[in-house]
């Protein structure tokens, strides 16, 4: 019997194929997941998923772990600032996936007078957001109808978030509505078309965190349909850009095509296979001394 898949969020195919199977060091006890590829945009996503907040379910578990740490994060920020303060105006600003909250921080240092709202899944960042940061966080599923208070922003801050999401056109809607007429959603995510030599792909690029890859082409066609233009796009290490309801024509936006994307992430799989035998034992002996624990 064929494989039934979801929809792909950005062209609403059903047809897929798969690439590879990821497995996580980090989360060992999950089964293999499929990462697929759709065959009408291009779009790499986990397809099908093993429940429907597969995603969100695992970011909980992962970023829990990560709660008594304390980077230091102000070479993000800056460049973060940098990237977009030619093009913003602030007075009110959401960051979500706020963690440390070391964005609003950052901003709250050049604009004491900012208004700072966070939404934060973890409860322990969360209140240390709203204890020690006199921060208005809160945790609900953002691709629902929101608290009315959180609406109004002029910026919406997304950096690695929307890879995270299970559902992430109504995310991009509810977004869109909470933003002001002139207000902006700063995004930044992994570019599934730029991979670092040699990365193990089934066991690190691929993360049960991370129901998205997304490329240029397929980043601005999810967001275009969730009718957020871009205002300011870039291509680097990541993908990152502003976005707002005004339709601005930037003409430097290649298409990506399906075989494009399939072809290089096949290569990159291939390139990163040794890695993933090597973490893949790492994991079999962790696994084995359990048992005889």
Not at 18 to 28: D, E, Y
Not at 162 to 188: C, F, K, W
Not at 260 to 265: E, G, I, L
Request: overall charge positive; glycine content about 4%.
């Amino acid at each position: 019997m064929p494989k039934k898949f979801d929809l792909c969020p950005v062209c609403e195919s059903t047809e897929f194929e798969i690439l590879a199977h990821m497995k996580s060091p980090v989360l060992p006890k999950l089964k293999k997941t499929p990462v697929a590829i759709c065959k009408s945009c291009g779009f790499i996503t986990m397809n099908p998923k093993p429940t429907p907040n597969f995603a969100t379910e695992c970011n909980q578990e992962w970023f829990v772990k990560e709660v008594n740490n304390s980077p230091n994060e102000r070479a993000r920020w800056e460049k973060f600032w940098k990237r977009i303060e030619t093009e913003v105006e602030i007075e009110h600003v959401l960051d979500i996936g706020s963690r440390h909250g070391n964005a609003l921080l950052f901003l709250k240092d050049k604009f004491p007078d900012l208004k700072c709202k966070a939404v934060e899944l973890v409860d322990e960042f969360r209140q240390n957001l709203i204890v020690d940061h006199k921060v208005d966080a809160e945790s609900f599923d953002i691709s629902f109808p929101w608290p009315e208070r959180f609406r109004g922003f002029d910026l919406v801050i997304c950096r690695m978030v929307l890879e995270h999401l299970d559902r992430p056109t109504e995310t991009m809607a509810q977004i869109r509505d909470r933003l002001n007429d002139d207000g902006l959603v700063y995004l930044s995510v992994p570019n599934a078309m730029n991979i670092r030599e040699g990365t193990p792909i089934t066991r690190d690029f691929f993360r049960p965190i991370h129901a998205h890859y997304f490329n240029c082409w397929t980043l601005v066609s999810l967001m275009e349909k969730c009718e957020l233009y871009p205002k300011v796009i870039g291509v680097e290490g990541d993908i990152w850009g502003l976005f707002g309801r005004n339709k601005i024509e930037i003409t430097d936006i290649r298409s990506i095509s399906y075989m494009q994307q399939k072809n290089y992430m096949m290569q990159k799989i291939k390139q990163g296979k040794k890695k993933d035998y090597e973490i893949a034992a790492k994991m079999l002996g962790r696994k084995l001394l359990r048992k005889q624990v």
